[in-house]
Structures are given as structure tokens and as C-alpha cells.
């Protein structure tokens, strides 16, 4: 709090009413699987936005980003979507939801501090939603459910900013606890707490630098096909009507899906079911298993879903490097999140990160790119200080 309270008040000459921290995040597997209400394994990070709050005396909201020393000022009358405002429009989605939805909201004062590493996929528009969110909560509707928070927001994604969901984003960044993973069931408004290891591993995320301007419309285009070739499987009177059911046999029957794409839907198949036996081999402690489904779940991002990029894969390789034969340890590697560049999240015995760090020198050498390292730990989820 006490970092962010002072920019708040030398902002608009008064104490914040409310101050709240949401971490950043990252998807260890199963963040492309939404669509087909597969699930997502995710992990909260020990760097968090950070959120004040203040009433105003009108209708109006202020919003002022410290992190981008950029200023917004709304109306609450045109709470409309606006390119130009570019991190604004999702305080204004969130706003938005929870006057159409019966909660009037009245003048605020807004101020954003993030330490979450910016423009690496790792989870900044989604917490400034739910910052806001459990801000307007706490002021204006202190009896409103978790689960119905939980449908605002999506609806702020979904109507207001015209994107998916971000459910695993959503219960990631409200749900987490210390020393634990999420996992998401999209079928399902809860997450459920999977034990992560906190002693003997260290978890390291790597930013490849790598410009992602086409990563946004690539991707879109990857889970289109995957969707309408979703919808023809769902079409077909042999398709079993749980897609948890549904087998690469049935899939192969289907003549009216090209072969990438099929490719495709087949790697978002495997990829859901790695998420459970991903949690199981987590609560057994079978570390070995989890290594092998992450790096697996690496090679389908490769191979089959094609969005990866040399850069990720070299990153991921150095990682692997340190794996021992026929050790049941916890090694492993995998890009997360968009692809075509991002970042890549390895897991390491600790007596190996300084070694790793060491081999991350040559990248910037072959690739032109200096990539950035950040060790993460498991964190809790978003909280009012």
C-alpha cells in the first residue's frame, strides 16, 4: 500500500478509500483449451498491480497509470469502447458491467501502480479488470457473490471488449493462494487448489523479447479453425456430446476438417487431459510424471498447435539441459501463454538456476534479442491491503 498511496495522493490531494493488489499470472498447460470447456493449470506470481480508489464529488472517473504516467478522464455517460484509450477501456468494461447489471456506480478516483513485467503475456489487462472489480465490490455492492463477480467480469471481456472470457485469468487472479496452483474447469465458476513444491524448485520465467505484433492475430486465426472444426465435430451423430469424451478415432471419421487443423483439435484433446494428469501427478508428488506432460504439452505447442518460434524453443531447450536421465525430478519447460514470442517458464532444482542464467547470455548473441529472467514463486491471490 504504502507504494502506491503516495501517487495517489499527491494525485488528487486526498487518502485512497481503498487499496487493493492483484498478482500477475501465468498457464503452466491448457490456456488454448477454453473454447471446448477443457481446463487450464495456472500459477498467481509474486508481482502484483496495484489498485487505489477514491469517491469523486460527480458522475465522472479519473484514472491515472503511474506505471505509464498517462491520464484518463471518463464520463459516465460514454462508457463506450475507444481504441484510443487503449488500458482504460478495461476500467471502463468492468464499470460498465456493474451498471447494466443494476449496481449504479458513482465518480472515482482511480490510480495504477503495476509490477507485473509488462507487454509479456503476463496477465496485466486481466488484473486491472479484477482490481476494479473487487473495488467496485467493496464500495457499491458488498453482498455481491463470488460467482456473479465472476460473470461480470467475463462479461466484460465478452460484450463489452469483445474478447473470450478469461475465466482461467479470473479465478487465477482471485482464487490463488501461496504455494499453489489453479486449476480452472471451464465448465465450472470455482478453481481448484493444487499443491505446488516450495522447497528444492525454483520457478523461472523468461521473456524471449521477441516483437509479438502478428501474435494476437495469429493466434485468433489458430482457435478459429479450432472452433468451427469444434462445430463440426459437435454436428456429427457420432460425436459423444461431452468433449471430455471425445477420442482422435471419432475425430479421424470427420472427413470435413483440414489436416493442420486437425492437427490442431487433436493437441487441445491431449492438452485438457494433461491438465488432470498434470494436478494428479502434482498431489502424488510424482514429479517425473509432471516434467514429462509439461515438456510434451511443449512439443504439441510446436508441432502440432504451430504456435511456437525458435526463440521460445531455444529457451526451452537450455532449460531442459539440466534434466538427468532416468531422474524422476522436477525439470521441465514450455512456452506459455500467446506464442510466437512471450515467454517461456522453466522449472528448476535451485542448485541449477545460476547455471541456467549463465547459458540465457548467448541468446542475445544469436537472436538479437536480450531476454529478461524473473524468478516467480507461487502467490496468493487478490487481496485489499
Given amino acids: 500500500m504504502q507504494k502506491i498511496a503516495p501517487y495517489h495522493i499527491e494525485e488528487y490531494d486526498e487518502k485512497p478509500a481503498l487499496t487493493i493488489a492483484v498478482p500477475g499470472r501465468f ?97 496485466t489487462p486481466n488484473a486491472l479488470k479484477v482490481g476494479t472489480a473487487l473495488a467496485l465490490r467493496r464500495l457499491f455492492a458488498p453482498r455481491l457473490a463470488d460467482e456473479v463477480l465472476v460473470a461480470l467480469l467475463e462479461r466484460a471481456n465478452v460484450q463489452f471488449l469483445k474478447t473470450h472470457a478469461h475465466r482461467a485469468d479470473i479465478l487465477t487472479a482471485l482464487f490463488a493462494r501461496k504455494g499453489h496452483c489453479i486449476r480452472t474447469d471451464h465448465n465450472k465458476v470455482s478453481a481448484d487448489l493444487v499443491p505446488f513444491p516450495e522447497k528444492g524448485y525454483s520457478v523461472q520465467l523468461v521473456d524471449s523479447r521477441v516483437p509479438r505484433l502478428l501474435a494476437r492475430e495469429e493466434l485468433a486465426l489458430r482457435i478459429q479453425e479450432c472452433v468451427q472444426a469444434y462445430e463440426t465435430v459437435k454436428a456429427d451423430p457420432d460425436a459423444p456430446a461431452d468433449f471430455s469424451q471425445l477420442t482422435e478415432e471419432v475425430l479421424e471419421e470427420i472427413t470435413d476438417i483440414p489436416e493442420s487443423v486437425r492437427r490442431r483439435v487433436i493437441y487441445i484433446i491431449r492438452e485438457s487431459e494433461s491438465v488432470r494428469e498434470a494436478v494428479a501427478a502434482l498431489a502424488s508428488r510424482e514429479y517425473g510424471s509432471f516434467s514429462k506432460i509439461v515438456n510434451r504439452s511443449h512439443e504439441g505447442l510446436r508441432d502440432r498447435f504451430e504456435i511456437s518460434c525458435p526463440e521460445l524453443d531455444w529457451l526451452v531447450k537450455r532449460a531442459l539441459e539440466f534434466a538427468v536421465p532416468d531422474v524422476p525430478d522436477l525439470v521441465c519447460s514450455r512456452m506459455t501463454g500467446r506464442g510466437f514470442g512471450g515467454c517461456t517458464y522453466s522449472i528448476l532444482r535451485e542448485e541449477d538456476v545460476d547455471a541456467f542464467a549463465s547459458r540465457l547470455e548467448e541468446y542475445e548473441r544469436i537472436f538479437g534479442f536480450k531476454p529478461i529472467r524473473y524468478p516467480v514463486t507461487p502467490s496468493d491471490g487478490a487481496r485489499v491491503l
Fill in 27 to 123: 498457464h503452466l498447460l491448457g490456456e488454448h483449451t477454453w473454447f471446448a470447456k477443457g481446463n487450464t493449470l495456472s500459477m498467481a506470481i509474486n508481482h502484483a498491480l496495484y489498485l487505489c480508489v477514491s469517491a469523486r464529488p460527480d458522475q465522472n472517473y479519473r484514472l491515472y497509470s503511474v506505471s505509464l504516467g498517462e491520464r484518463k478522464k471518463i464520463s459516465s455517460s460514454n462508457l463506450k469502447y475507444r481504441k484510443e484509450d487503449r488500458w482504460a477501456n478495461s476500467v471502463k468494461a468492468v464499470i460498465a458491467s456493474f451498471i447494466e447489471y443494476g449496481v449504479p456506480v458513482s465518480g472515482l478516483n482511480f490510480t495504477i501502480l503495476s509490477e507485473i513485467p509488462a507487454d509479456a503475456g503476463l496477465g
